[in-house]
């Protein structure tokens, strides 16, 4: 198994140079790279295939003329590349290497318990099953959660795996022997650069750039990174709304969030939280108005949210439709989770709604609800991520403006 950083190169790497040193050397045997999508795999299985065919007259080997696709191609010995995606069945091919080339595409699949269980059967009951004997398996992908495809096989130990993890700044008994904080690709990303991304915030940092994935529980927003303010606060008032239809069997609640923002920090003033009809909406959210004098709205365009949006314009000033778009609950959670490690979300020193707030934000998303953290991320995003003060706004558009994604 095999971490690296995002953009250090290592799918091009193993995908394509490491396979083509591998078939030069056995033209006989078999590779398969698996991806989290056909298209990636490809790529790099048609960019090697071209360097084989280039290499023939020096190698005393080629490519067979009936098998040279661009997702599957043979050599004239008789090995083979073969290209695939995670869960894509493998009757009739077996494999003497198997590359699974990162098969999570994004945060979204990361922490769906789904998708992680869809890859573990792919493994038991697909590729597992199409290893050769003596077969090597490479697994190279970001760690986002323990409990990923490597931390299953890991715990598994059916196979026994080697695990080489080389952070962004190198640790304590660096496997390269890097001094501590060295990083480890100075030319394309300097230390500078990489210590802007640590500050930034610990939970991606430690997952995606130094390959220490943690626990969900409580690590998304983190009691500790929530910092109290003095007795009062003063800014852009916001209040924010998650709205579910009322069901007493599910436990969904009816939450607005009602915050200060100023300089870059979001000061939560006031929670209202409820099992409420439409009407009791309309008339807390018409009270919260008065109450507070906030200048936006934001309410889910979604559910209930629109037939409560379509009342309240032109009777409420400042009313802000959000379509939270595809972005999973954590996506949108991790997307501001930066800003809440940095200490920009706060709370006051003491208040009736304080207590269950908090434990909420830091059991999310294990928690027995959700409510609080989607109308708390649904602020920050816009308080903090937004270039302009729209009357709408797509939650998808923070992929855009996640500023991890620099």
Same mark, same amino acid.
């Given at each position: ?14 995908? *394509? ?7 030069? *050397? ?19 299985? &048609?960019?090697?295939? !071209?360097?084989? +065919? ?12 009936? $098998?040279?696709?661009? !997702? ?39 922490? &769906? ?5 869809? *890859?573990? %059967? ?17 697994? /190279? ?15 598994? $130990? ?20 890097? +001094?501590? !904080? ?55 008032? /916001? %209040? ?6 009322? !069901? ?88 501001? $989770? ?29 928690? =027995?609800?959700?409510? $609080?953290?989607?109308?708390?991320? %649904? ?18 558009? /923070?992929? =855009? ?6």
């Amino acid at each position: 198994m095999v971490h690296l950083p995002p953009r250090h190169g290592k799918s091009r790497a193993l995908a *394509h140079y490491a396979a083509l040193l591998y078939l030069i *050397h056995y033209p006989t045997r078999h590779w398969v790279t698996a991806a989290y999508g056909q298209e990636l795999s490809q790529v790099f299985c &048609s960019d090697c295939r !071209d360097d084989y +065919e280039s290499l023939g007259p020096q190698i005393g080997v080629g490519l067979d003329p009936s $098998q040279r696709s661009k !997702d599957f191609w043979r050599t004239s010995r008789g090995g083979s590349y073969r290209a695939v995606g995670v869960e894509t069945a493998l009757t009739g091919f077996g494999a003497d290497v198997l590359l699974i080339d990162d098969p999570v595409k994004d945060a979204q699949d990361a922490f &769906s318990e789904t998708i992680r269980e869809k *890859h573990w %059967q792919w493994w038991l009951g697909v590729a597992e099953k199409r290893l050769e004997p003596n077969a090597s398996v490479v697994l /190279i992908m970001h760690r986002w959660t323990k409990d990923d495809l490597a931390g299953r096989l890991l715990a598994d $130990q059916t196979h026994s795996f080697e695990y080489i993890r080389l952070p962004s700044l190198a640790e304590e008994n660096d496997p390269m022997g890097r +001094e501590i !904080d060295a990083p480890l690709w100075p030319a394309r990303y300097s230390y500078a650069y990489l210590d802007r991304l640590r500050r930034r915030g610990a939970w991606d940092w430690a997952s995606l750039y130094q390959g220490r994935p943690t626990s969900q529980d409580g690590e998304i927003w983190r009691r500790e990174w929530i910092r109290t303010y003095p007795a009062t606060a003063s800014g852009m008032m /916001i %209040q924010s709304w998650d709205l579910k239809v009322k !069901d007493y069997a599910t436990g969904s609640k009816a939450v607005g969030v009602v915050a200060a923002v100023e300089n870059g920090i979001v000061r939560v003033i006031d929670v209202v939280r409820g099992d409420f009809g439409l009407e009791q909406v309309l008339g807390h959210i018409s009270r919260v108005r008065d109450q507070y004098r906030t200048s936006a709205v934001l309410i889910e365009d979604r559910a209930i949210g629109d037939p409560v949006i379509r009342l309240l314009r032109g009777k409420v000033p400042g009313i802000v439709a959000i379509d939270p778009g595809t972005q999973s609950k954590e996506a949108r959670a991790m997307a501001v $989770q930066p800003f809440v490690a940095e200490g920009r979300l706060q709370v006051p020193a003491s208040a009736p709604w304080l207590h269950d707030y908090l434990d909420e934000l830091a059991e999310f998303p294990r928690g =027995s609800y959700d409510d $609080q953290v989607d109308a708390t991320s %649904q602020l920050l995003a816009y308080a903090l991520l937004r270039h302009r003060t729209p009357d709408s706004m797509r939650l998808d558009a /923070i992929a =855009s403006m996640n500023p991890w994604r620099v």
